[in-house]
């Protein structure tokens, strides 16, 4: 009996000198708890932004793609039946030459509103992506500090760890490059170069 009390006393005495898991120690301690469930909820809110933004990203190429095929298209069938009305009027070429300012014109400003919704479509495109990258970097600093208080348990500061996380946050700055041309700029100079070229082409057709 003796013995066994002896085995019992040397079982309890290791179990109390073995410390506790991380996981156990933050289960045991309300502080520590409370934290985790917060920044696990907002990884998990974090995730859902970074979905939707995701979607919001393919939805605007998908609407730019639209307006690209709206531009070439319009303007192929314009060409077309202005090829096809000087070609049934012969000997009134005259006539449609001097009434050409207004196909031209309607051309033009139908143009420069697809030319603006490209623009402003790929500007929001390009601050989507911006708003995801950020998001992205928000579950990374998130992430780390989640892994940090699984690893730490009650060893892991509060206050220290959590005012680190939030001045990683707000002292992000975003670099501001010098302005130089993009993409976006070369897709609207090229756009309106065909604008240009599609006047052209309707003074030809008018005229010649």
């Keep these: 009996m003796a013995g066994e009390d002896d085995n019992k006393k040397l079982t309890s005495l290791i179990m109390e000198s073995k410390p506790?898991?991380?996981?156990?120690?933050?289960?045991?301690?309300?502080?520590?708890?409370?934290?985790?469930?917060?920044?696990?909820?907002?990884?998990?809110?974090?995730?859902?932004?970074?979905?939707?933004?995701?979607?919001?990203?393919?939805?605007?190429?998908?609407?730019?793609?639209?307006?690209?095929?709206?531009?070439?298209l319009f303007h192929s069938i314009a060409l077309i039946l202005l090829f096809?009305?000087?070609?049934?009027?012969?000997?009134?070429?005259?006539?449609?030459c001097k009434k050409s300012w207004i196909p031209s014109l309607s051309s033009l400003f139908c143009s420069?509103?697809?030319?603006w919704a490209i623009r402003y479509k790929t500007d929001v495109e390009s601050h989507l992506e911006k708003l995801l990258e950020r998001e992205k970097e928000d579950g990374q600093l998130l992430a780390k500090c989640v892994e940090e208080l699984k690893k730490k348990g009650v060893?892991?500061?509060?206050?220290?760890e959590v005012d680190a996380l939030r001045r990683a946050k707000s002292l992000r700055?975003?670099?501001?490059?010098?302005?130089?041309?993009?993409?976006?700029?070369?897709?609207?100079?090229?756009f309106f170069t065909v604008s240009c070229l599609v006047l052209g082409f309707t003074r030809v057709i008018l005229c010649s």
């Design 173 to 190: 700055v975003e670099s501001k490059a010098v302005r130089r041309w993009s993409s976006r700029d070369f897709v609207t100079l090229f």
């Design 155 to 160: 060893e892991f500061d509060l206050l220290k």
């Design 84 to 96: 096809s009305a000087s070609s049934w009027a012969p000997n009134g070429k005259g006539h449609f």
């Design 112 to 115: 420069l509103g697809i030319i």
């Design 20 to 72: 506790l898991h991380p996981l156990h120690q933050i289960a045991e301690t309300p502080s520590h708890k409370l934290l985790l469930k917060q920044w696990l909820k907002e990884e998990e809110l974090i995730l859902n932004r970074i979905s939707l933004k995701a979607t919001q990203i393919d939805s605007a190429r998908n609407e730019i793609t639209q307006l690209y095929c709206l531009f070439f």
